[in-house]
């Protein structure tokens, strides 16, 4: 089995162009941002120097003196607000970015074990189910805006690729989830997502329902009903929060669209 432990990252994502741009070094970045007290720098280092082994051992030691919503809130998602910084700034790439939520999100498994021993749940700012538009089988313009909610410590729930109109309205009905989203890398299948949220308002479901991808615009996913663009997978933490924390409307968030959406500015 591939030890990922001991891949130089630095040497194989490397870019003239991003060293010329980037004056701060991972490292750098990490002191600047990540958590002060302990475990939790410990465990947020793991997390950004990418070594999942390390992340368990850490959550399971803090599981033994700690809450695990502090766990998950000052350790594990302390690390990825670093690592989102990181890709944010051309420091890191899809595969540190991938790996380094996969880490976490294992931490979080073990965090919700815990709290489903004393009959628990996780607490969450929310839900998002996710999705890749049917009959596309692009999916990593997705995995990195999963990786940015879970960053942000939304609950996701990840579809996949290729996902029928059918089984994203039984999804959205099963799980009532605050925020839908949809990616499409081809024009052919971008055409799902006006037929997603006709099958929703037929429900009788409405909710805000990201529409990105490389195929797809703002002029697209705003001629149908519930579609929010998202340019970058950074504006779906921004969208969301504005769901879960100010009660937006998908009404309200096409009106006030340039003031919420980073990629808007």
């Given amino acids: 089995m591939l030890d990922i ?14 060293k010329a741009e980037s004056a701060v070094s991972p490292e750098e970045l990490f002191e600047e941002l990540a958590p002060e007290e302990e475990p939790w720098k410990s465990m947020a280092e793991d997390v950004v120097f990418l070594n999942p082994d390390g992340v368990e051992s850490k959550v399971k030691e803090a599981l033994e003196d700690y809450d695990p919503q502090e766990v998950i809130n000052n350790g594990l998602i302390g690390g990825m607000d670093v690592v989102s910084e990181l890709y944010g700034r051309g420091i890191y790439f899809l595969p540190q970015l991938v790996i380094a939520g996969d880490a976490m999100s294992n931490g979080i498994t073990l965090c919700e074990e815990k709290l489903a021993e004393s009959g ?10 996710m999705h890749v538009a049917e009959g596309d089988p692009h999916d990593i313009g997705k995995d990195i805006a999963a990786a940015m909610l879970k960053a942000a410590g939304y609950e996701v729930i990840d579809m996949g690729r290729d996902v029928a109109v059918e089984d994203v309205v039984d999804m959205v009905k099963e799980e009532s989830p ?11 299948t971008q055409t799902a997502f006006p037929r997603v949220a006709k099958r929703l308002a037929e429900e ?19 001629s149908f009903d519930c579609g929010i663009y998202a340019d970058d997978a950074a504006d779906g933490p921004a969208i ?19 003031d919420i959406v980073p990629s808007a500015v």
């Fill in 178 to 188: 605050d925020l839908l989203t949809g990616t499409a890398l081809m024009t052919t």
């Fill in 240 to 258: 969301a929060d504005a769901i879960t924390q100010k009660g937006m409307t998908w009404q309200d968030l096409r009106e006030e669209y340039d």
């Fill in 120 to 129: 628990e749940e996780r607490e969450t700012p929310g839900k998002v189910v």
């Fill in 204 to 222: 009788g479901i409405e909710l805000p329902f990201i529409g990105a991808g490389g195929a797809v615009n703002s002029a697209y996913v705003h």
């Fill in 5 to 18: 432990g001991i891949i130089e990252y630095e040497n194989v994502f490397s870019r003239y162009d991003v």
